[in-house]
């Protein structure tokens, strides 16, 4: 696993806060893998900001951006996030998932499953996707949310960290799906788990940059595809996804927060998909779309 680094503002006020997460998430260098804001004290709104870099960002750089925005650079700090198998570490102590009809857990939770769950035991090893995260069970709940109405033939887990989401579309409907990472390691913890939750015949898992694997160009349109990873990505990604998608399909965002709606939204808009179903999980946001002459999913 890469070393990551993390700016933090102290507390702020929402104003501020708000123009120091635009000028963080818009800068081209450094360039920020996500960018949030945390409500920090409700009674004196004030917001703290917080955002993640694949390369520790140069003070200097930080301080050229915000001159640039009118703002300044008082008390922001840069640190290294500490590198530790964190998900396994804590996996221990979380408590199962219920999403729906879906019940996520580990395997010391085995005894816990309900009578009539669609259970997933999931060892997130080195890989994200335990579905504790609010990303991940807005993704659970809004697939089940479509499949009320669609009945899609295939599927695509882009960005499939822990693979519990191909895993989920593949036992609620029986589907083939192909689930794709650009790390190895979530590939290999995503074939560990389709082999403990039954789902590895339907499954094949690739790691690919992207949509242009022969493994998801040959199976391609997809019927359904998952993709929660972060917002930027999402917004480069947004011509092949939506390529991608059938005509009929259905596509799930997550991976956003609330105030990234709009420019994810625009992106794929662009693209002639429109959002047709928004779940919001506490600052996080998971968004469905389809073919905007379509109707609601």
């Not at 822990?162 to 029986?174: D, Q």
């Not at 996804?241 to 625009?266: K, P």
């Amino acid at each position: 696993m890469s070393q990551q680094f993390i700016l933090t503002s102290p507390g702020l006020a929402r104003q501020t806060a708000s123009q120091l997460s635009d000028v963080l998430e818009a800068c081209p260098w450094p360039e920020a893998l996500a960018v949030s804001m945390v409500e920090t004290d409700e009674a004196r709104d004030l917001w703290r900001v917080e955002a993640i870099y694949a390369n520790e960002p140069a003070g200097s750089e930080i301080d050229d951006a915000l001159h640039r925005a009118g703002l300044d650079n008082a008390g922001l700090t840069i640190a290294a996030i500490a590198q530790k198998d964190w998900v396994r570490e804590s996996l221990a102590g979380l408590s199962p998932v219920v999403a729906g009809r879906l019940f996520v857990h580990g395997n010391h939770d085995r005894h816990l499953r309900p009578a009539g769950s669609v259970n997933i035991e999931i060892d997130a090893g080195l890989a994200f996707g335990t579905g504790h995260h609010n990303t991940t069970r807005g993704c659970l709940v809004a697939l089940q949310r479509v499949l009320k109405s669609n009945r899609p033939k295939n599927c695509l887990d882009l960005g499939c960290g822990s693979g519990v989401l191909a895993i989920a579309a593949c036992k609620l409907t029986g589907i083939t799906a192909i689930a794709s990472d650009i790390d190895e390691d979530a590939v290999s913890v995503t074939q560990d788990n389709a082999r403990l939750n039954g789902t590895a015949h339907l499954m094949r898992c690739v790691t690919a940059v992207g949509l242009d694997h022969p493994a998801i160009t040959a199976h391609s349109p997809y019927d359904l595809i998952l993709a929660n990873i972060l917002a930027r990505p999402l917004m480069s990604l947004a011509p092949a996804i939506s390529r991608a998608l059938s005509a009929d399909g259905r596509l799930i965002l997550s991976g956003l927060t609330s105030d990234q709606i709009r420019m994810v939204r625009a992106a794929y808009l662009a693209q002639g998909l429109n959002v047709v179903d928004t779940l919001l999980d506490d600052n996080w946001a998971t968004l469905t779309l389809a073919q905007k002459q379509r109707g609601m999913a």
